[in-house]
């Protein structure tokens, strides 16, 4: 029992550590400069080991970011009754935030140097989002692809941009005020 969790932990740093050197590989020489053995290397484990955890590239580049959209999809999806669609995101805004470390910081300037796999990200986002689109037009009784379920998917994935690029917490304040005024005025129209 005890060997199971010393295993899993052992895996969760290996993980970590071939994450991590991907990601200032791909800061420093870009994604497609960088090759499985200069990740492997740089990890200090086999080209094979990086396989292993990341069955391609473009999965190892993308899985700390996909980890953070399944995150709030299943902020959106497994919410307590009474809590809207809007209270789950701020909720998941701020644990984000406060569990924000530098490997969220390195990725960042990963994805900002590497516009492909800031693409990539947004398109996952993207999803999650139009998930949040059904929720909250479920929410307000009304069709999904009504026009104000859309635009607050808009302002909400600006929001989500903005707050996880640089957080702040009074950030988040400001931009919920934001989202929720906006839905308000979506209620009078």
């Not at 998917?153 to 906006?182: K, N, W």
């Amino acid at each position: 029992m005890m060997s199971e969790g010393l295993r899993e932990r052992s895996k969760a740093r290996r993980r970590e550590a071939i994450l991590r050197a991907a990601y200032e590989l791909f800061a420093e020489r870009g994604f497609e400069a960088t090759t499985i053995a200069d990740i492997a290397a740089a990890a200090e484990v086999s080209p094979r080991t990086v396989t292993l955890y990341f069955p391609s590239k473009l999965e190892l580049a993308t899985s700390h970011f996909d980890a953070f959209a399944d995150r709030l999809g299943a902020a959106l999806r497994e919410r307590p009754d009474g809590r809207t669609t809007l209270d789950a995101l701020e909720l998941w805004l701020r644990r984000e935030i406060a569990e924000r470390t530098d490997l969220d910081d390195l990725e960042d300037r990963m994805l900002d140097l590497n516009p492909q796999l800031r693409a990539v990200a947004n398109a996952r986002l993207a999803e999650v989002i139009q998930e949040g689109v059904r929720i909250f037009a479920e929410e307000r009784g009304v069709a999904p692809d009504d026009f104000g379920p859309r635009m607050v998917a808009a302002a909400a994935a600006a929001v989500i941009s903005e707050v996880c690029h640089r957080p702040q917490e009074s950030d988040i304040d400001t931009a919920m005020t934001f989202l929720r005024a906006g839905a308000v005025t979506l209620d009078t129209a």
